[in-house]
Each structure stands twice: as C-alpha cells, then as structure tokens.
Nanobody, 125 residues
Framework: QVQLVESGGGSVQAGGSLSLSCAAS????????MGWFRQSPGKEREWVAA????????YYTDSVKGRFTISQDNAKNTMYLQMNSLKPEDTAVYYC??????????????????WGQGTQVTVSS
C-alpha cells in the first residue's frame, strides 16, 4: 500500500507563489503516476497535473499551464507542485494521488487508488 501526505499549503496574495509537497511511503515502487487534484466547496474534484514516475512525462489542465509545475524526486519518493502567479480561483484543498495500475487515465480521479488528506491553499485578492 501507499501512503501520501501533502504539505506546503497556506495563504498567499494573488500573484504570489506556493510550493506543495507530497511525500509517499509504503510500497512506492508500485506508483506509476502521481497527480495533483483540487476541490473547492460546491465543486467536483478537479484534476490539476500529473507526472509519470518512470520518465517524468508531465500533464497539466489548461487553467494552470504556464503557472504550475509538477515535479518529482524519486529518490525521496516526493512529488511537488510549484504554483506561481496564483489567482483567487486557485483557492481549494489540494490533494496528491498515486496510480498503480498503468491505465494512463491521469485526468480521472477514479484512476487513482491512493490519496492524501489534502492541504488548503487560499489565494486572496
């Protein structure tokens, strides 16, 4: 099994930056893809970005392209989300997730079998 713990959330002014971390433990060799999702009140969970652990291919939802960067340090079993030029609409609870079944459905939350508890990101205008 895989355990995921997010950190790095907080409050920031619009235009500012935050860096989120997701530390993975357990059977981390099984992780094929890791992703970031976010959810705000009244909305469905939204895919933000994904990265494949072998090769490092990355994918982003259109609303964060050019502003967010997903990365990983496989030696540390840690994934990161660098968020720049933050906007109020980025306010949400951010979750990291891990996929172990190689289905390559990086946008689909149902494809991810493991989730962290989330970290709150609040962007003020």
């Amino acid at each position: 099994q895989v355990q995921l713990v997010e950190s790095g959330g907080g409050s920031v002014q619009a235009g500012g930056s935050l860096s989120l971390s997701c530390a993975a433990s357990g059977y981390t060799d099984s992780m094929v893809c890791m992703g970031w999702f976010r959810q705000s009140p009244g909305k469905e969970r939204e895919w933000v970005a994904a990265i494949y652990t072998d090769g490092g291919n990355t994918y982003y939802t259109d609303s964060v392209k050019g502003r967010f960067t997903i990365s990983q340090d496989n030696a540390k079993n840690t994934m990161y989300l660098q968020m720049n030029s933050l906007k109020p609409e980025d306010t949400a609870v951010y979750y990291c997730a891990a996929d172990t079944d190689s289905d390559y459905a990086w946008e689909d939350p149902d494809a991810y079998g493991y989730w962290g508890q989330g970290t709150q990101v609040t962007v003020s205008s």
